[in-house]
């Protein structure tokens, strides 16, 4: 690692190969905490490259645990983190309106390593157990119409340098690597990001796969539609940016999407929402990422088509009842 970090150092990047090396070292705990902590550091003062990114990327797919889904057509909707807003979890709560509608959604989660509660903290919380039997996922498809997977147990990397991003605190690399690592890999894609760099890089890695994508970025730093202001949207045909009203029919204040201070009562503001007890502004927010989840799929005539069904998904208790079925909640 010493001379890898010499290299980076001297304002070099890494090749792919070299890069894919790298996350194989972590993940077979080569490295001392010390020496990855460095070496994330690295990518906290200077952009990372593409070929770098797909060098990660291409080690933890290699890695991972496999999931088999019987060649089911699910979606994952996932942001990047790291945007530091503190905001609840819209898209998990995203994930279960869009599954209350019919659509299969494999989300891919973890624990927050720069925020209070990421989907893992939040779904542990409300009393989800993590798995990693494909047939169990697939049962759990079939009932409740959405599997969560825990990233740690499908990237032995991540479970590794999991600890570290924790006591680091802030923004890594490896919040950009999560929406792209699903061992499920999804036919449908939802990415919200926290910048346009970010925005412009994983346009050019999505539009290198198969899967229908939509990014997603709020000009006001949100890696999600946040309908704070206008929110550009990334897709396979193209990029447009839309006003608040034009997603969310209003335009909402910050301090209206705050997460709370603790993994509890980010639980709390979930439960809340998905029960139909949340504020229009929360509501709002989560009903136009659902939307924009559901448009994804290309299945859908319009936006507001979809959007109609993401009200209906909520104000019927469908949502809720996805989670009722996943988590054996009564």
């Not at 889904?69 to 699910?74: E, F, I, R, S, Y």
């Not at 509660?117 to 409300?126: A, F, I, K, T, Y």
């Not at 894609?189 to 346009?203: F, K, P, S, T």
Request: proline letters at 2%; glycine letters at 8%.
């Amino acid at each position: 690692m010493k001379k890898i970090l010499n290299y980076l150092f001297e304002h070099k990047s890494l090749s792919r190969e070299q890069a894919k090396e790298v996350l194989h070292n972590i993940s077979n705990n080569v490295y001392s905490d010390a020496e990855i902590a460095a070496f994330i550091t690295v990518y906290l003062m200077r952009s990372i490259t593409i070929e770098e990114l797909q060098g990660f990327r291409d080690a933890l797919m290699e890695l991972c645990v496999p999931v088999d889904l019987h060649g089911q057509d699910v979606i994952d909707i996932v942001g990047t983190g790291g945007d530091g807003k503190n905001t609840f979890n819209i898209s998990t709560l995203s994930c279960f309106i869009v599954a209350g509608t019919g659509t299969k959604v494999a989300k891919h989660g973890n624990y927050g390593a720069s925020s209070i509660s990421g989907s893992s903290n939040v779904m542990e919380q409300l009393g989800y157990t993590f798995k990693k039997d494909s047939d169990v996922l697939n049962k759990e498809l079939d009932e409740a119409h959405i599997c969560f997977l825990h990233a740690p147990l499908f990237h032995p990397a991540l479970k590794v340098v999991g600890p570290i991003r924790k006591n680091l605190g802030v923004r890594t690399f490896f919040n950009m690597l999560g929406p792209m690592v699903n061992p499920a890999s999804p036919k449908y894609q939802l990415v919200g990001v926290y910048n346009l760099e970010m925005a412009r890089i994983y346009n050019y890695l999505l539009q290198q796969g198969s899967s229908a994508f939509t990014i997603i970025h709020s000009l006001d730093g949100y890696d999600e539609i946040s309908l704070t202001g206008d929110i550009k949207v990334i897709t396979n045909a193209g990029e447009k940016i839309y006003s608040a009203e034009d997603l969310g029919k209003r335009t909402v204040n910050p301090m209206d999407i705050h997460g709370g201070n603790s993994v509890e009562e980010a639980a709390r503001i979930f439960l809340s929402i998905l029960k139909g007890a949340g504020s229009w502004a929360q509501n709002a927010v989560v009903l136009a990422n659902a939307a924009m989840a559901l448009q994804c799929t290309g299945i859908y005539a319009s936006y507001d088509e979809c959007y109609q069904m993401a009200v209906e998904s909520l104000e019927s208790g469908r949502a809720y009842q996805s989670l009722q079925k996943l988590t054996g909640r009564q």
